[in-house]
């Protein structure tokens, strides 16, 4: 992990229920101790306390906090995600035309990926 340090910006993304959609947030390190990185919005009054390790706080009002030193490092998540969905959703549709020799070797070839 990158060091941090007072003034970095870290990129916040909050998840929950007003949060449903993909954000990342501009939060600004105000202190940092042995366990906690706290980080404010800009005009924000309280800081939100991070673990330090994972950079992340589950126990919001909002909802759960993970930061990011690198915004890179989101985004690449969530082009994979929906990478993946995409790939999972195609190959579905795809499967209910398949004979059943077809079928099995799709299955072989699973089973030798997954050992």
Not at 80 to 88: F, M, P, R, S
Not at 96 to 106: A, F, M, P, S, V
């Amino acid at each position: 992990m990158k060091k941090i340090e007072v003034g970095q910006t870290l990129y916040v993304n909050i998840r929950g229920f007003l949060f449903k959609d993909e954000n990342l947030k501009e939060f600004t390190v105000q202190k940092i101790n042995s366990s906690s990185v706290y980080v404010t919005q800009e005009g924000d009054k309280h800081p939100i306390r991070l673990d330090k390790k994972t950079l992340t706080n589950n126990s919001g009002i909002l909802g759960c906090y993970k930061a990011y030193v690198d915004p890179n490092d989101y985004w690449n998540n969530i082009n994979q995600t929906k990478e993946k969905q995409g790939l999972v959703s195609s190959i579905s549709n795809k499967l209910g035309t398949l004979n059943i020799e077809q079928l099995k070797e799709i299955e072989l070839l699973i089973n030798k990926k997954s050992l």
